[in-house]
């Protein structure tokens, strides 16, 4: 199958719908369900069965419901396919997928539940990688990445407003020309690090003034978001993860105020609590650490809470 085919498979010969389905046909197609739902009687693992008798069920739901054709499975599984020869060490389409679906949001809500003033969660994304430099505090995680520097500060707490101090800081994110670095070489590390607060929970760093960009859309993903209309675009953004030993790990990102994209985020990760003010100064004003700059720059403040490890 081509890309159209599985992009736009062959529409169905037949108007049926599910009202339409007689009593008899019903029962052949529930009787396959009860077997398929069956044959997972003698799983020793309670949560495993639990999962794999409701995803047979939902699925099975969808084909019968929406009276799926065989054309359209086969274009679905020509999809699912493709989605796997794309995928590399560095390229995750089965990630992408998933956010452009909303499931990678949907599974943070269920993961990350709401507790007391907690900094809320948002999707991961297909690009952080384990091995990111460690930076000094006040340093410059960007590495020589092209874009607008941007003065990044706050603090980290717990939900009773004390300091967390130690607490490790990954932040990453892209240059100004939309891509990360490991789409330029799967080796080289730029605009991306590792930080650890001080003893009064604070942390500062030099990173860019985030951009829009759209999410790798040269494969199978791309090519469904374009045939129902949708943009690929994510609202600017930098992505943070942080963790401390005594909180639950928070994944999340900063958006700034003035990006129009913003709630059209493609991954639906945009939240207005994590809504920043990047405040743009001038060229040659004075910097947080006494630097001067011959180009614009921005600064942002970003307290982040973390919630109790058992929250």
């Known amino acids: 199958m081509t890309v159209a085919t599985y992009v736009n498979p062959v529409p169905p010969t037949r108007g049926t719908s599910y009202a339409d389905v007689t009593e008899e046909q019903q029962r052949v197609e529930q009787t396959l369900v009860d ?5 997972f009687d003698s799983c020793e693992n309670p949560r495993l069965k639990e999962l794999m008798v409701s995803l047979v069920r939902h699925l099975h739901s969808f084909v019968r419901t929406t009276r799926l054709t065989e054309e359209e499975w086969g274009a679905a599984i020509n999809f699912l396919t493709e ?3 794309i995928t590399t060490d560095v390229r995750q389409e089965f990630i992408l997928l998933s956010d452009t679906l909303g499931i990678s949001m949907q599974t943070i809500n269920v993961n990350n539940r709401a ?3 907690a900094t809320e969660a948002t999707v991961f994304g297909p690009f ?7 930076i000094e505090l006040g340093a410059d995680m960007s590495f020589g990445a092209p874009g607008e520097p941007c003065w990044v500060e706050g603090t980290v707490t717990d939900t009773d407003g004390r300091p ?4 490790r800081i990954e932040v990453w994110e892209a240059d100004e020309d939309g891509l990360y670095d490991v789409q330029y070489d799967a080796d080289h590390r730029a605009a991306r690090a590792h930080l650890y607060t001080d003893i009064d929970g604070s942390y500062k760093f030099w990173g860019l003034t985030p951009t829009p960009y759209p999410i790798p859309n040269d ?3 791309g090519m469904m978001l374009d045939s129902v209309g949708r943009s690929p675009l994510r609202a600017a953004h930098l992505h943070f993860m942080v963790s401390h030993d005594a909180c639950r790990t928070l994944v999340t990102h900063i958006f700034p105020s003035d990006d129009p994209i913003g709630p059209g985020d493609t991954v639906f990760g945009h939240k207005d609590s994590l809504v920043k003010d990047f405040q743009r100064q001038p ?3 004075p910097t947080p650490d006494g630097r001067l700059l011959d180009a614009t720059w921005s600064t942002v403040r970003f307290d982040v809470v973390l919630a109790p490890v058992d929250a």
């Open 164 to 167: 967390l101090a130690g607490a």
């Open 115 to 117: 507790y007391k003033q």
């Open 219 to 221: 494969g199978p993903v």
């Open 35 to 39: 077997k398929v739902v069956g044959s």
């Open 283 to 285: 060229a040659a004003s």
């Open 128 to 134: 952080f990688v384990e091995d990111s430099p460690e």
């Open 83 to 85: 989605s796997g020869k």
